[in-house]
């Protein structure tokens, strides 16, 4: 079993639509948790940090659920350019080391 | 436009030559990573500098051998690679080495070897 899991998707979405992503991560000493962004050929950005009261960055929300051990994504009113791989990203407090999940693909379709 | 830099943007390089990757950071930041990424999977943790001073080897072949001049600049020089070693190089940067830091990428090298 991977350390980190996301469904890899396509999310075919129409415009305007809601849409959210999910990351379990099996190793309870996970500590940091971050979603990228990634184009295609691209380098990842960094959309949002995950903090455990949860987080909000315009249409973008990130929650945290230690005890299920799962991070989320919420993407509302979905644009043409949300279209990208989103990579879910832990790290551990022991190792310091950030381990990313293999993305979600999403197309936001016209 | 991203603040950590990465030269060149593409290399292609036979399986004898000797090339560098170079990175390079002006926020201060105390902590760099170098990154494989193969094509649709996710960047693999090659090296992590903390201090200027090499942490974390993730068990690397010594074809790659990473070094970080000063806390600004991070290189990986390269030596009789193979063409699976072909894939995007991704250099990082944080603040800190600490867990709670997120990580800042470069724009990549795409390196092939023939």
């Known amino acids: 079993r991977k350390e980190v899991e996301q469904d890899p998707g396509p999310f075919n979405v129409p415009e305007g639509a809601t849409v959210a992503f999910n990351c379990t991560y099996s190793n309870s000493a996970s500590q940091s948790f971050f979603w990228y962004r990634q184009d295609c050929r691209k380098e990842p950005k960094l959309l949002m940090s995950?903090?455990?009261s949860g987080n909000e960055d315009g249409r973008f929300t990130a929650q945290l659920n230690r005890a299920s051990q799962y991070i989320s994504l919420l993407i509302r009113d979905s644009k043409l350019s949300d279209s990208a791989t989103y990579l879910c990203a832990v790290n551990h407090r022991n190792t310091g080391k950030l381990i990313f999940g293999q993305g979600t693909t999403l197309q936001v379709k016209p | 436009d991203t603040e950590v830099t990465q030269t060149p943007k593409h290399l292609v390089m036979g399986m004898t030559n000797k090339k560098s990757l170079k990175c390079e950071q002006h926020?201060?930041?105390?902590?760099m990573y170098w990154y494989k990424q193969k094509a649709k999977k996710p960047p693999e943790l090659m090296f992590v500098y903390s201090y200027e001073k090499l942490s974390i080897n993730e068990s690397v072949p010594s074809r790659f051998s990473p070094e970080c001049p000063n806390s600004s600049l991070l290189n990986l020089h390269l030596h009789a690679l193979q063409p699976e070693d072909s894939a995007l190089y991704l250099c990082a940067s944080s603040l800190t080495p600490d867990w709670s830091q997120p990580q800042h990428f470069g724009d990549g090298t795409r390196l092939s070897i023939l």
């Open positions: 995950v903090y455990s």
């Open positions: 926020m201060g930041h105390r902590a």
